[in-house]
């Protein structure tokens, strides 16, 4: 089994994806999760050295986290995928762009066929939470990076 589709080709994937990129997970000193569910999550406790952020909101999804943030800062409080869910901001010479966790899972879901708004995913816990937030993503110009989407996984680094 595959999960979501993605063939997972080494035994080590956080290690050796991180070694193509030239970085040690003990230099890692923040890690910012989206969500606490195990597809955004599961692999933290590879980054021993790092201060791990949350949304205050997720603690009660939460088995190990060292830090928590509030709902500004460069992180987003975002669509309500899941009680504390967020969206993180990075910006970059290439733009500014939103790890958007599971608030967007695809392009698809973004673009949804051109309509004028996105398409929920179906899995979130406040609906009109969730359209404000992707009306503001929106409306800010920032690239959205879909957690789930194979092109996001495929092109790997974003922003060089």
């Known amino acids: ?14 290690e050796n994806a991180l070694t193509r990129l030239g970085v040690r997970a003990d230099d890692v000193d923040l890690v910012i999760n989206t969500h606490l569910h195990w597809d955004h999550c599961s692999n933290t406790d590879v980054f021993r050295n790092a201060e791990i952020l949350v949304q205050r909101d997720e603690l009660g999804y939460a088995r190990r986290v060292r830090s928590i943030c509030g709902p500004m800062g460069s992180q987003q ?26 608030c967007v899972d695809t392009f698809d879901n973004w673009n949804n066929g051109g309509a004028a708004m996105p398409l929920p995913s179906g899995r ?17 110009g920032w690239k959205p990076l879909p957690s789930h989407d194979h092109t996001v996984v495929e092109k790997g680094t974003f922003g060089y």
């Open 77 to 102: 409080a975002s669509c309500r995928h899941s009680p504390g869910s967020q969206g993180v901001r990075v910006d970059t010479g290439e733009g500014t762009f939103v790890i958007t966790g599971d």
């Open 124 to 140: 979130f816990t406040a609906l009109r939470a969730f359209y404000a937030s992707l009306a503001h993503l929106e409306g800010t």
């Open 1 to 14: 089994m595959t999960p979501f589709g993605y063939a997972l080709k080494e035994a080590d994937p956080v």
